[in-house]
């Protein structure tokens, strides 16, 4: 079974920072592309920073540049560094795997900034 636990949201003023992590178990770590993503306004999940390749991760223009996608295999961990953020930032933030062609998602962590 599928599990990804993020971690790492808070309340955080505009220009500052944070890290999330996002704890993978249930599946082959190594087949799958890791990534995160947002709620859209249509309240559809949308990925805005992903693997599509080892080592080549692919971001939305509204976060080139500000915020960075990692990966520990060894520790079966997708971290995301976010700086700069501002409050259109704000929202629930998804761990996001795609495994054999199938989307999963964890269950979300809060992000908010304030102005």
């Known amino acids: 079974q599928v599990q990804l636990l993020e971690s790492g949201g808070g309340l955080v003023q505009a220009g500052g920072s944070l890290r999330l992590s996002c704890a993978a178990s249930?599946?082959?770590?190594?087949?799958?592309?890791m990534g995160w993503g947002r709620q859209t306004p249509g309240n559809q999940r949308a990925t805005f920073a992903r693997?599509?390749?080892?080592?080549?991760?692919l971001y939305a223009d509204s976060v080139e540049g500000r915020f960075a996608i990692s990966i520990d295999n060894a520790r079966r961990m997708v971290y995301l560094q976010m700086n700069n953020l501002q409050p259109d930032d704000t929202g629930v933030y998804y761990c996001?795997?795609?495994?054999?062609?199938?989307?999963?998602w964890g269950q979300g962590t809060q992000v908010t900034v304030s102005s």
């Open positions: 996001y795997a795609k495994l054999r062609g199938a989307d999963y």
């Open positions: 249930g599946f082959v770590f190594s087949h799958a592309y």
């Open positions: 693997f599509i390749a080892p080592l080549r991760p």
